[in-house]
């Protein structure tokens, strides 16, 4: 069993920057990877980035690329999720995931994660 707490969600301007942060608890090992999903209102949940539980890959929604960081510090159980740049339609509840593997190979989409948080809301006002 894995407990996600995310933080660090706000309002913004346009341009502006936020780190999301998702910490991990209840258990033993760190071999998980770390998904940010986000869902907008009256959208449907989409996948923003990944990474591995070593941290040595990365994957990042099209839509995101060259504006947002995925970051992880096992020793602290936690995942960031640096963002730059930030427009309005980045506005939404934020969802960290994990993915319990040892396996290089990860996935976008929100079915191969079973565990999540509660969520951190993020405006970006125009």
């Known amino acids: 069993q894995v407990q996600l707490t995310e933080s660090g969600g706000g309002l913004v301007q346009t341009g502006g920057s936020l780190r999301l942060s998702c910490a991990a608890s209840g258990h033993a090992s760190n071999k998980y990877h770390m998904g940010w999903f986000r869902q907008a209102p009256g959208k449907e949940r989409e996948f923003v980035a990944v990474?591995?539980?070593?941290?040595?890959?990365?994957v990042f929604a099209d839509s995101v690329k060259g504006r947002f960081a995925i970051s992880r510090d096992n020793a602290k159980n936690t995942v960031y999720l640096q963002m730059n740049g930030l427009k309005p339609e980045d506005t939404g509840a934020y969802y960290c995931?994990?993915?319990?593997?040892?396996?290089?190979?990860?996935?976008?989409?929100?079915?191969?994660?079973?565990?999540w948080g509660q969520g951190t809301r993020v405006t970006v006002s125009s």
């Open positions: 995931a994990a993915r319990l593997t040892s396996s290089a190979i990860v996935f976008t989409v929100s079915e191969r994660y079973r565990y």
């Open positions: 990474i591995t539980w070593s941290g040595n890959k990365t």
